[in-house]
């Protein structure tokens, strides 16, 4: 049971090049979110997906897009990368909770990503 | 706009030390409160808090809420050097999305 796995683990870009972040998970979880964590900010969500076949936009989403491939993919795309979004992203995933606050997010180990 | 702020920013202590650590909130439509210790890499679950005045604990580490007052702390006994970490407080928002405080970095010294 590898829980979620985010991949590449480092990755170096130039100014403008586009790449995409994988993320999976394999806990049967419905909800998967990506988020960046800056120094100082501590994690700021980017995207959502609520569940299969739907995404929201977070608290900052402008410069990414998301595509929810099924229910245990989550994939983070820049296509134009920035300075700016030099970060660590996490992806992370969580079950429907039922009531109020019955469930956790479970983190993937991170891909620090740096652009030139 | 929801908003979490966790008190101090960072801590340095001895072992055997006890700390506690703040996190205050405003959000919308409260549903819980969450703890995390992040180490080198990803954040990993403490706690759970859904009501006031009811303790959570795990060993030395307990942490409690208070919804009247919109805080929570996170109390730390007998501090070890395996402490050393980040610790993030979060507070769960309508459609479950999660808002972070900026964490306090807790150093314990051997």
Known sequence: ???????????????????????????????????????????????????????????????????????????????????????????????????????????????RLTVT | EDKVVQSPLSLVVHEGDTVTLNCSYEVTNFRSLLWYKQEKKAPTFLFMLTSSGIEKKSGRLSSILDKKELFSILNITATQTGDSAIYLCAVEAPARQLTFGSGTQLTVLP
Request: with cysteine; glycine share 10%; aromatic share 12%.
């Open chain 1, 1 to 111: 049971n590898a829980g979620v796995t985010q991949t590449p683990k480092f990755q170096v870009l130039k100014t403008g090049q586009s790449m995409t972040l994988q993320c999976a998970q394999d806990m049967n979880h419905n909800s998967m979110y990506w988020y960046r964590q800056d120094p100082g900010m501590g994690l700021r969500l980017i995207y959502y997906s609520a569940s299969e076949g739907t995404t929201d936009k977070g608290e900052v989403p402008n410069g990414y897009n998301v595509s929810r491939l099924n229910k245990r993919e989550f994939s983070l795309r820049l296509e134009s990368a920035a300075p700016s979004q030099t970060s660590v992203y996490f992806c992370a995933s969580s079950e429907k909770g039922q009531g109020a606050g019955t469930y956790e997010q479970y983190f993937g180990p991170g891909t």
